[in-house]
């Protein structure tokens, strides 16, 4: 094939001693640890989650000694699972394919780029920390005031202090990645990359970096005011004490409603890589997909008070409306999934299987959120399992879906050796049966008017739903087994990978499997958004 | 600028030349172009600037929840004639003094670059030690974090800018340290374009600042 003409040789092995790994600034080896750092804190907040899911099971207290605890463990849930696994994830796999699908050595900033790393474990140690200094976090991940205010029946205790300083250290980690990402994809493309021919995976990165950018500060802030209130007698968000509960509101959504789309724009570009390799075609419509993604970046900034819509402060037909409208790019993005696989050569490997699995869940979880910015459903719905069982469509559905077709499909890339084909699809099988399991009775209990949050339930009618989102719970966290043994089996013996065993048309797949530290000895003629396909074919394309 | 970068050039580095730095990050080889570090610095001054239309934000929210503003107890206790304007004079002084600094390293001329930026280091450092003694006066009159949304807005604003300016005292003097060590010249000197970057947007946050919590009627 004429791709291993171009690749170096001899490939390298990532046999490297520990400390080489801790010590290293290659953005391969880090990208291989932001994702193991990423899956560990899954499997965290998959136990915590667990632990929810079992004390909902019935009506009545079993599983906790008290709601305080269940506060703790919900609290926790999200905050590990949001800050420390489905953004780092992404950022993780950024980190490893970004360069390599630009044709650059490195990320700009090498040792900047460490730092973003390491910043995650230490921020992750000190959030889980608390639960062994009097309890962890229990306001919510969102940490309204003044229940997240140092007051009685607020959160007293070191907690939420730890819960604050950790996120402001994720936040700067992710700050500084996206400054990272940014100067990347504009200074170090290859010759011939020029922003129109880079891989539609390196868009969504840019574009999420710009969210992150302009974002996360802001979070900070209101991080630093809320710790400011809790510690140095402030009077910021405290209404007994003349601040503003919705003001914090404000503050953390107009963060937390674009990290919404940090936490799915990259798993959307690693599904438009994904879906045109297994339907041997381009993607359809790909510059209809940078702007859809431009798009959505944009008005990601003009709809976070839609979570507010019940405080009655914030203006309800822009939000609405605004809200309605983000969904048209979204849409534009499943008419380009769809023609892209429409009449193509299709198969059904294990990276394509998790694709069309995002494809479909995430369908759900759009369509039910959309559903949402009505104002007039909205006030039905808010803070019920609906809320609920529509985030957990889009980021489990969506986001995990997502880095699973990723892990699968450039795992050979990573550690030169396949994954196994029949072990990923047992997992794809038990977690998408699981999933469904788990979420979607979670409407149905939400229309009933379950509210979110509660650890008891005196309603006999919502019982048996519950139960069987806790078994559907259970049978996610035994997909993850197949996976688990899949990966340290395949590491050891797998299918020896090549360069290229997708026949992909990206940068990434010109060098070797996996590759050298310098990432390129040689690289193809640039001509068009497909680099490989065009070599191998022996001509240049638009 | 688009299209260019110097991927190309790493071919033939071996893995030891590649893995500790990687060649392409020394940004004086981007052909064309704004430099690696000078666009990460604009960058990170971009997330500044958000982290402080978050606080901004929050100012006015709080201060147009409360009337009168400031509360009849502080009127008058934020006087823009006393002490606070010589330090703003001496602050924006600094900003000229830095871009002097900067002007000079451009054309090579190292002994006027290292006397202004010195300069700059120690009217940062006065600014910062002026503003310390105007908190103890201020504490003295009663004016406290904890003495109402007033009091918590003030010293959460001008504590996180005196954070920031502290932060760029640092960068200075760490220019300043490699200034004395024989590095910067009319072409390598991007360290103190980045850190003048940064302090001009230092000063400009306390113009807004000053405007905003001395003079804003």
């Known amino acids: 094939m004429a791709t291993t003409t171009i690749a170096p040789a001899t490939a390298s092995t990532y046999r490297g001693g520990l400390y080489e790994w801790l010590t290293t600034t290659d953005h391969k080896k880090i990208g291989i640890m932001y994702i193991i750092s990423s899956f560990i804190f899954f499997l965290i907040g998959g136990l915590l989650a667990l632990g929810v899911r079992t004390e909902l099971a019935q009506p009545g207290l079993q599983f906790v000694s008290n709601e305080g605890i269940y506060n703790q463990l919900f609290t926790m849930h999200a905050t590990v699972m949001i800050f420390l696994f489905v953004i780092p994830m992404l950022a993780g796999f950024g980190n490893y394919v970004v360069p390599l699908m630009i044709g650059a050595p490195d990320m700009a900033f090498p040792r900047i780029n460490a730092l973003s790393l390491w910043l995650l474990p230490l921020g992750g140690i000190l959030l889980l920390s608390s639960f062994l200094l009097g309890g962890g976090a229990q306001a919510g991940w969102t940490s309204y005031p003044p229940l ?19 996120l402001i250290l994720i936040g700067t980690s992710s700050i500084l990645g996206s400054i990272n990402f940014l100067v990347t994809i504009f200074k170090m493309r290859a010759p011939g990359m020029t922003l129109f021919r880079m891989p539609i995976l390196v868009w969504t990165v840019l574009v999420t970096s710009v969210l992150v950018l302009m974002a996360t500060p802001v979070i900070t802030s209101a991080l630093m005011m809320l710790f400011i209130d809790r510690n140095y007698g402030g009077h910021f968000f405290d209404p007994a004490t003349g601040g503003s509960a919705v003001l914090y509101q404000n503050i953390f959504w107009f963060y937390s409603h674009p990290a919404v789309y940090v936490m799915i724009l990259p798993a959307m570009g690693m599904i438009s890589e994904i879906l045109p390799v297994f339907s041997r075609k381009p993607l359809f419509g790909y510059k209809a997909f940078i702007f859809a993604t431009a798009a959505i970046g944009a008005l990601g900034f003009s709809v976070w008070a839609h979570h507010m819509f019940t405080t009655g402060a914030v203006f309800l037909p822009f939000f609405s409306l605004m809200t309605f409208l983000i969904a048209v790019p979204t849409g534009v993005k499943f008419f380009n999934w769809i023609s892209t696989m429409w009449r193509g050569q299709l198969t059904f490997s294990t990276p394509m299987i998790f694709a069309l699995g995002f494809l479909t869940m995430f369908l759900i979880g759009g369509i039910n959120g959309a559903f949402s910015a009505s104002v007039p459903v909205d006030f039905a719905l808010h803070d019920t399992y609906w809320v609920v069982a529509h985030l957990h469509y889009v980021l489990f559905g969506g986001s995990v879906m997502g880095v699973f077709a990723g892990l699968y499909y450039w795992f050979p890339k990573m550690f030169g050796r396949m994954l196994d084909e029949t072990l990923g699809k047992v997992q794809f099988i038990i977690m998408f049966i699981g999933l469904n399991l788990t979420f979607f009775p979670m409407h149905m209990v939400g229309l009933a008017g379950m509210p979110r949050r509660i650890a008891d339930y005196a309603n006999s009618g919502w019982t048996d739903l519950n139960l069987l989102a806790t078994i559907g719970s259970f049978t996610i966290a035994v997909s993850m087994l197949p996976f688990i043994w899949n990966v340290f089996v395949s590491l050891r013996s797998g299918k020896i990978a090549g360069d290229n065993p997708w026949e992909a048309n990206t940068l990434e797949w010109a060098t070797s499997s996996p590759p050298p530290p310098y990432n390129f000895d040689h690289l193809p003629e640039i001509r068009s958004e497909r680099p490989l396909f065009d070599l191998r074919h022996g001509k240049t394309g638009h | 600028m688009t299209a260019d970068s110097h991927a190309l050039t790493t ?11 990687g060649p392409a990050t020394a940004g004086h080889e981007s052909r064309g172009g704004i430099s690696n570090p000078i666009l990460g610095m604009l960058l990170f001054i971009t997330s500044e600037v958000m982290f402080f239309a978050g606080l901004f934000g929050a100012y006015f929210s709080t201060r147009a929840a409360h009337s009168p503003w400031p509360p009849d107890k502080f009127a008058g206790t934020l006087n823009p004639l006393g002490l606070i304007l010589i330090a703003t004079i001496i602050l924006v002084i600094s900003s000229v003094t830095c871009q002097l600094a900067v002007n000079a390293i451009r054309r090579g001329d190292r002994k006027a670059f290292m006397r202004n930026i010195t300069v700059t280091f120690i009217l940062g450092i006065v600014f910062l030690i002026m503003q310390m003694y105007d908190y103890s006066v201020l504490f003295g009159e009663g004016l406290t974090m904890d003495a109402g949304p007033f009091g918590t807005t003030y010293f959460t604003l001008t504590g996180f800018h005196g954070a920031h300016v502290f932060g760029g ?10 200034g004395t060590a024989g590095q910067f010249s009319a072409r390598h000197h991007d360290a103190v374009e980045a850190a003048s970057l940064y302090w001009h947007f230092v000063d400009v946050v306390w113009i807004i600042l000053f405007s905003v919590l001395y003079l804003l009627p």
């Open chain 1, 148 to 166: 997240s205010e140092d007051r009685p029946l607020g959160s007293t205790g070191y907690g939420q202090d730890l819960w604050i300083v950790s």
């Open chain 2, 11 to 21: 071919t033939g580095h071996g893995p030891a030349a590649g893995a500790d730095h």
């Open chain 2, 169 to 178: 005292v640092i960068m200075l003097g760490v220019v300043l340290y490699r």
